[in-house]
């Protein structure tokens, strides 16, 4: 057993080194699926961590110091290792990372002082739909059921954030109330939007769009409408 648990922590060294090599020459998309396996398999937890002690979790292992984990220290390079997890689907493993390498809010990046192993670094958008703050979000509320349906492909971000309550419908707005948009359209053009808006909102809105644009004679028009319809 300790010479399986040998072999594996090697063969998990040797895969820290190449990922490291990768994401330092942006060359991610060629260990994609090297990463997949190697976050699949928790190979990370044959390491043991600067501390001596096995790592806690994936983002534990990322931001170790290099000789010890993946080392990662820059903006460029965790986008990059965001885009590859993402590509199978490991929404939970960027979570770990992304808890450990956000910036406190308002506080610009320091310089690592002697014996002061990390320091966050991660920017994370203003824009409360922003994928990040959505998924951080998400774990917060322990919505990791929605988490899981964003890793397997079967919800975007956004929607997860809506179902959650973490993110609100904004009717108001869009291309059909973008007023000033609609204005520099040609006539054909501002003809189909018309004709889509007024199919798209429903027989009874479109009876009561008719009485309120004919005035007296609307009732009779929408009556005609709605049997039309019908």
Excluded at 131 to 160: M, Q, S, V
Aim: net charge positive.
């Amino acid at each position: 057993m300790h010479v399986v648990f040998s072999t594996a922590a090697v063969r998990a060294k040797r895969d820290t080194r190449a990922l490291q090599r990768a994401l330092t020459h942006g060359a991610v998309g060629a260990w994609i699926n090297q990463l997949h396996y190697f976050v699949s398999l928790e190979r990370w937890r044959y390491l043991r961590s600067s501390r001596g002690t096995p790592y806690e979790d994936f983002g534990e292992y990322v931001c170790d110091d290099a000789r010890y984990g993946l080392g990662l220290r820059d903006e460029k390079a965790a986008r990059l290792l965001k885009t590859a997890l993402f590509m199978h689907g490991h929404v939970l493993a960027w979570l770990g990372v992304l808890r450990r390498i956000v910036r406190p809010k308002g506080r610009p990046p320091k310089t690592p002082t002697p014996g002061e192993l990390f320091v966050p670094f991660y920017k994370l958008s203003a824009s409360a739909s922003a994928t990040d703050r959505i998924i951080l979000a998400l774990a917060d509320a322990n919505r990791f059921d929605l988490l899981e349906e964003i890793g397997a492909k079967r919800l975007k971000a956004k929607a997860a954030g809506v179902a959650a309550g973490i993110l609100k419908v904004d009717h108001s707005r869009g291309p059909a109330c973008d007023i000033a948009r609609l204005q520099t359209m040609s006539n054909s053009a501002k003809l189909k939007w018309a004709l889509r808006v007024f199919h798209t909102i429903g027989i009874d809105a479109q009876c009561d769009f008719l009485e309120r644009v004919l005035g007296s004679h609307g009732e009779d028009v929408s009556a005609q409408w709605r049997r039309r319809r019908q």
